[in-house]
């Protein structure tokens, strides 16, 4: 870091506020809308090029966005303008970096806002370019392996609870095994488990030998402290 420059934030990384959208004057499109809290919703038109870097201004500071494709700023946020030949997404882990001294710029009153004027002339050390390139490869691809993950559980989590529901709110394996089929996608110990028939119930059919009752009659629910 001896070879790192002495700046500021304005000269690496020109901020401008967001630009107001309804969503009422919003047509429907595939581009993004990115707020202080995210993408919020789509339109038809964009006011960015991406890839963009967007920081929340008003209401939640401190949050910060990376976005490869074009995009629609909200007024609720700072854009990177210009990247001033930077690596866009180094520029982005570096706002991520600085995320809490952003929330200590807070200069709203009922609601928190954030200026670039007070964030551009903070004094700041930075890489070269090939250095930035190098360090944005690196957390890209963590980044890119986490998302990965998160996608994988959210797969895994749908699926468990189609299972769920096929077995224990649609009965599939009662119905198979009462009609002398083998429920599909189970063994035949597992499949053993299930009765073979129903019984009526006041929530109408439900498998022979399982009951009705109130939630607190098999487990205690309490209110946390």
């Known amino acids: 870091m001896d070879e ?15 630009i107001d959208t309804t969503k009422a004057q919003q047509r429907p499109g595939k581009v993004p809308v990115v707020s202080s809290g995210g993408v919020s919703s789509y339109r038809d038109t964009a006011f960015a ?6 920081l929340g201004r008003k209401g939640t500071l401190g949050t910060v966005f990376y976005i490869e494709e074009d995009y ?7 854009w990177v303008r210009d990247f001033h ?6 520029v982005y882990y570096f706002f991520r970096s600085i995320s809490s001294d952003l929330v200590a710029l807070d200069v709203g009153s009922a609601n928190p806002a954030l200026n670039r004027n007070h964030v551009h002339p903070i004094v700041i050390q930075w890489p070269k370019l090939y250095e930035q390139q190098a360090i944005a490869r690196i957390l890209g691809a963590l980044d890119d392996k986490i998302e990965l993950n998160c996608r994988m559980n959210h797969t895994l989590e749908e699926m468990a609870w189609a ?14 095994r009462a009609e002398g089929r083998q429920p599909y996608g189970m063994n035949a110990e597992t499949a053993s488990l ?7 119930s006041g929530l109408g059919p439900i ?4 009951q009705i009752g109130p939630l607190l009659g098999i487990a205690a629910v309490i209110m946390g402290s």
């Open 4 to 18: 790192w420059e002495t700046t500021t934030i304005g000269q690496q990384a020109t901020l401008q506020r967001g």
């Open 163 to 176: 299972i769920f529901k096929s077995w224990f709110v649609d009965f599939e394996p009662v119905t198979a």
């Open 194 to 200: 299930f009765p073979s028939a129903f019984q009526d």
């Open 49 to 54: 090029k991406g890839p963009g870097v967007i």
């Open 72 to 78: 629609w700023p909200h007024d609720t946020t700072l």
């Open 85 to 90: 030949g930077n690596e866009p997404r180094f």
């Open 207 to 210: 498998p022979r030998g399982w």
